[in-house]
């Protein structure tokens, strides 16, 4: 079966770190980008951060820049969410988004992803 699956999330306390991890099943991320977003509870969904193929091109949210850290192990077959100096409003459901594409990334939403995960929370709470 052919899927993301992102796992990681869970209860921290603010100023916590936690890392996400989003795992390919069935197929190779060596050809896409990947995308991670985020949706809190009425809020719509946000981009947080994404990598390039060859994980030359990173893009953070304004916001984030500093806190989060996005990275790829080609031989884990895995992308990571490194996620430091966390606040409340860090709070949400976090999947990512695969897209094949050569070169860049994007957070806009806007590219026809290949595939999704389901999705982990994150909820930083003291």
């Known amino acids: 079966q052919l899927q993301l699956v992102e796992s990681g999330g869970g209860l921290v306390q603010p100023g916590g770190s936690l890392r996400l991890s989003c795992a390919a099943s069935g197929f190779t991320l060596d050809y896409y980008a990947i995308s991670w977003f985020r949706q809190a509870p009425g809020k719509e969904r946000e981009g947080v951060s994404c990598i390039s193929r060859s994980g030359g091109r990173t893009i953070y949210a304004d916001p984030l820049k500093g806190r989060f850290t996005i990275s790829r192990d080609k031989a884990k077959n895995t992308v990571y969410l490194q996620m430091n100096s966390l606040k409340p409003e860090d709070t949400a459901n976090y999947y990512c988004?695969?897209?094949?594409?050569?070169?860049?990334?994007?957070?806009?939403?806007?590219?026809?992803?290949?595939?999704w995960g389901q999705g982990t929370q994150v909820t930083v709470s003291s």
């Open positions: 988004a695969a897209v094949r594409r050569n070169l860049g990334c994007d957070i806009s939403g806007r590219s026809e992803y290949d595939y």
